[in-house]
């Protein structure tokens, strides 16, 4: 029988028991197993406890090697200490911000550069490299016991910094047994198996690349990390070299792979598990990897930070329920309320609440944000108001219809950009759509990746939309530009699209 | 087409994907660390090459050893199809 673990690095000393011979990361021709995992993240967290890491102290990571964040992880878990890993190019204003905001015992990076920030805070600044070759070069001897250490499955184990409502990024936290539970939720849905090969695109400093390293070690599956040079043209080949059967994506992941098996269906008979998170996946780039891979699942998400995950669909439950972005993860709620707070019945927008044990603790040091976004039904019970709108259907399944930044009023009514976007993606010949919601005299503004006219796409949404809701102008780009977590960059689709026009308008075409 | 044809259709390629001129690229460049293209944009720079010289791309030959530098992803480029492409 399997133990429950109750502490973040107990999943990895349990499927060391369990399977110890088995691969549970590999990159680039480095490979480690679960037994060579655990026992070098114990002598990691050995030498971070020397260089003074205590429990309840921050660690900062910022680098891009996936093994050593894997490690570093585990060996904060293991001292009770609080870990936040960040993007790879975090550096000058936006690192500082973070450093002043969770006070870090260290500061550890592959980048000398970082140093200088560390020597400025008067912070430990310690070298991934280094650190990881001397935790795996201590492997073979036994790693020294730490006394005094134990933290409690209440304890916080991890700061993700999130941007959003606030002018600065601000850290949602997360104890052990919240992580510990969003983690075991997800596995549940998605039945990762022990000979999985789960193929990873996505940095671990974006929090669902962090929880592939977790649902691996609750499946026994071979986490591979491709690299950011791997998980871009060379994906296809990359997925097959690698054995992928399961794919962790964000839609330019998947917009990607679809637009490389159109040019060779290759030989991705093994991919048996595609996810989708951060945004909706387009039907044009569904249908595409269905028909190049028939024996493809597709298992699509929605979550936020503050919850990690919220809804998960089931197996290409996409077809039966479209536009869904699944059902509750199981033991947790979702409901939606009006502007009063008072639920509503299904089929009416409104505010998406989450209820369950995977609402984090809430915001680093910032009691009156927590107290507004993590309310406290009947002054007792914690529920996460997510600022997310969209309805639930009379079975339970959750459609998204925007955040609160991506509603707009035009010519008098409330209107989604996200709906837009579905509405435009479904035209025959659209690969991928962004609204641009009005701002001063510009009206609301669609962009689209096409085959087709711009005419054409705001013809073709009259089928699935409602005409008042589809914008007047259409403008065609080559591509949306996006973000690290890909999704799409608003502030610099605008950007584009303002040179785009002072463009034409100078040479006199329209 | 020779290897500075292949440079030059390179730096218009990562001249309209990235939205600055790129200009003067030498052999040594990295693509990721010094130009700063990301999983994306190197897509989109492909795209873009389909469509100015022609080149095939079959996802079966893309290697990522191929987009370390201007020299790999030039030889790449030397080594792959090209179809006709109207002026």
């Given at each position: 029988m399997t133990r429950t673990a109750q502490l973040l690095h107990e999943l990895l000393d349990h499927a060391a028991e369990r399977t110890p011979h088995s691969v549970a990361l590999s990159s680039q021709g480095s490979s480690l197993t679960y037994a060579e995992l655990a026992d070098a993240s114990a002598h990691m967290a050995a030498r971070l406890h020397q260089e003074g890491l205590r429990r309840g102290d921050r660690m900062v990571v910022t680098a891009s090697d996936g093994i050593g964040i894997t490690l570093l992880v585990y060996a904060a878990s293991r001292l009770g200490a609080v870990f936040s890993v960040l993007h790879e190019q975090v550096r000058g204003a936006p690192l500082e911000h973070v450093v002043k905001d969770c006070e870090p015992e260290l500061l550890v990076s592959d980048d000398p550069e970082v140093a200088h920030t560390a020597v400025r805070h008067e912070l430990t600044f310690l070298r991934i490299e280094e650190l990881v070759r001397s935790a795996l070069d201590a492997r073979s001897g036994t790693a020294p016991l730490l006394e005094d250490v134990g933290p409690l499955a209440v304890d916080p184990v991890s700061l993700i910094y999130t941007s959003g409502t606030t002018a600065l990024p601000k850290a949602v936290v997360s104890t052990h047994q919240q992580v510990l539970f969003a983690a075991t939720a997800i596995q549940t849905c998605l039945q990762y198996r022990a000979d999985d090969v789960v193929y990873c695109p996505l940095p671990l400093s974006f929090d669902y690349g962090l929880y592939q390293v977790f649902l691996a070690a609750l499946s026994g599956a071979r986490l591979h990390l491709?690299?950011?040079v791997e998980a871009g043209p060379p994906l296809l080949r990359s997925l097959e070299t690698a054995g992928a059967t399961v794919l962790p994506g964000v839609p330019s992941v998947a917009d990607r792979?679809?637009?490389?098996?159109?040019r060779n269906a290759g030989k991705l008979s093994k991919l048996r598990l595609l996810t989708n998170t951060g945004a909706a996946l387009s039907d044009s780039t569904m249908s595409a990897l269905r028909e190049a891979l028939p024996q493809l699942r597709v298992q699509v998400m929605y979550g936020l930070t503050e919850c990690k995950r919220a809804a998960i669909m089931p197996p290409?439950?996409?077809?039966?329920?479209?536009?869904?972005?699944?059902?509750?993860?199981?033991?947790?709620?979702?409901?939606?309320?009006?502007?009063?707070?008072e639920r509503l019945p299904p089929g009416e927008i409104g505010q998406f609440v989450v209820r369950g044990a995977n609402v984090m603790a809430g915001y680093w040091r910032r009691p009156e944000?927590?107290?507004?976004?993590?309310?406290?039904?009947?002054?007792?019970?914690?529920?996460?108001?997510?600022?997310?709108?969209?309805?639930?259907?009379?079975e339970g399944y959750l459609y998204f219809s925007g955040r609160r930044d991506d509603l707009y009023k035009e010519r008098g009514f409330r209107l989604s950009a996200t709906e837009v976007e579905a509405a435009a993606t479904r035209v025959d010949g659209v690969t991928s759509a962004a609204v641009l919601p009005p701002e001063g005299k510009r009206a609301a503004l669609l962009a689209v990746v096409a085959d087709i006219t711009a005419d054409e796409v705001l013809d073709g949404m009259q089928e699935h939309i409602e005409p008042f809701k589809i914008p007047r102008r259409c403008v065609r780009l080559d591509a949306l530009p996006v973000n690290g977590n890909g999704k799409v960059d608003r502030k610099e689709l605008a950007a584009l699209i303002g040179k785009a026009t002072a463009a034409s308008s100078s040479t006199g075409a329209l | 087409m020779d290897r500075q044809n292949v440079v030059t259709a390179l730096e218009n390629a990562l001249t309209d994907v990235l939205e600055r001129s790129v200009t003067g690229l030498t052999g040594d460049v990295k693509l990721f660390d010094d130009l700063h293209l990301d999983s994306t944009t190197m897509l989109e720079m492909l795209m873009n090459l389909e469509d100015s010289i022609g080149l095939v791309v079959d996802p079966e030959d893309l290697?990522?050893?191929?987009f370390l530098s201007v020299d790999t992803f030039t030889d790449?480029?030397?080594s792959a199809q090209l179809r006709e492409v109207a002026a």
């Open positions: 491709g690299t950011v792979l679809a637009w490389l098996l159109r290409d439950g996409d077809l039966t329920h479209p536009g869904s972005c699944g059902i509750p993860l199981p033991g947790t709620e979702v409901f939606v309320i009006g502007d009063d707070g944000l927590t107290a507004e976004r993590f309310p406290r039904a009947e002054g007792l019970f914690p529920e996460l108001r997510t600022g997310d709108y969209g309805w639930q259907d009379k | 290697d990522a050893d191929d790449f480029v030397l």
